[in-house]
């Protein structure tokens, strides 16, 4: 099967209503390498880079409200800084770029989700960006 490990996604895919900063970043713990009173920060498998967890809202009407706070991994080699918060708003909106997620099965039986990133930033604004120039675009303004 071609697809082993974290499979990429944007981040509208998996917040196609944006998210909301609501908790602080946080290091891992690597449960397997921590000792009584010893705290080591977990890095991911595959790349080596420390993994910190910040918990977010999604802002989907539809999901559950049990279902609404999940926790984003991020791969960092230092503690990610979210975005400043916006006067007026409750929460901080986030976006993440280079997202994964990693299909697993959790302790009920159900199906989950991983999602690990690796940059959070505040949300882009503004006009949509020009689309590139193609051979005919520029054969018709040429014109």
């Known amino acids: 099967m071609a697809l082993q490990g974290p499979i990429p996604v944007t981040f509208a895919q998996v917040f196609p209503h944006g998210c909301y900063v609501v ?3 946080e290091a891992v713990k690597d449960f397997d390498a921590s000792t009584n009173g010893r705290f080591v920060q ?3 498998k595959s790349t080596g880079e420390l993994v910190w967890q910040v918990a ?3 802002a989907d009407p539809a999901v559950k409200p049990g279902q609404k706070t ?6 960092a080699p230092v503690q990610p800084v979210p975005p400043a918060p916006m006067p007026g708003l409750p929460f901080t909106p986030v976006e993440f ?3 994964t997620v990693t299909p697993y099965v959790n302790g009920t039986g159900r ?4 999602i690990k ?3 959070m930033r505040a949300p882009r604004t ?3 960006p020009a689309k590139p120039a193609t051979a005919a675009t520029t054969a018709k303004d040429a014109a």
């Open 117 to 119: 990133v690796r940059e």
């Open 56 to 58: 977010v809202m999604d």
């Open 42 to 44: 977990a890095r991911d």
């Open 111 to 114: 199906l989950a989700y991983s």
């Open 23 to 25: 908790g602080e970043v």
């Open 126 to 128: 503004g006009p949509a």
């Open 97 to 99: 770029d280079h997202v």
């Open 70 to 75: 999940v926790a984003v991994k991020i791969l």
